[in-house]
Nanobody, 122 residues
Framework: QVRLVESGGGLVQAGGSLRLSCAAS????????LAWFREAPGKERAFVAA????????FYGDSVRGRFTISRENAKNTVYLQMNSLKPEDTAIYYC???????????????WGQGTQVTVTS
């Protein structure tokens, strides 16, 4: 059973930065595609970023491209999301997800973390 635990969320002013981490256990992490999604109040869960099992391929949602960077460290079973130039509209609960291949729809991911809150004030 794969378990994902996010951390690193918090309160930050617009223009600031945060780095989210997602630690995985219970599965073959190095073979998994990993992704970040976010869910703002009253909105559907949305794709943020994804990374292939090798780390060679990364994908980003239009609203975060150029500001966010996804990376992974297989030796530590951890995936990161570096978030720079944060905006109030980035406020959401951020979820880590894992599955066999990279996808952009939340319904395609089997394993999920519990989420971490990110709040950006203006």
């Amino acid at each position: 059973q794969v378990r994902l635990v996010e951390s690193g969320g918090g309160l930050v002013q617009a223009g600031g930065s945060l780095r989210l981490s997602c630690a995985a256990s219970g599965g073959t992490f190095s073979n998994a595609a990993l992704a970040w999604f976010r869910e703002a109040p009253g909105k559907e869960r949305a794709f943020v970023a994804a990374i292939s099992w090798s780390g060679d391929s990364t994908f980003y949602g239009d609203s975060v491209r150029g500001r966010f960077t996804i990376s992974r460290e297989n030796a530590k079973n951890t995936v990161y999301l570096q978030m720079n130039s944060l905006k109030p509209e980035d406020t959401a609960i951020y979820y880590c997800a894992a599955d066999h291949i990279v996808r952009k729809r939340p319904e395609d991911y089997e394993y999920w973390g519990q989420g971490t809150q990110v709040t950006v004030t203006s």
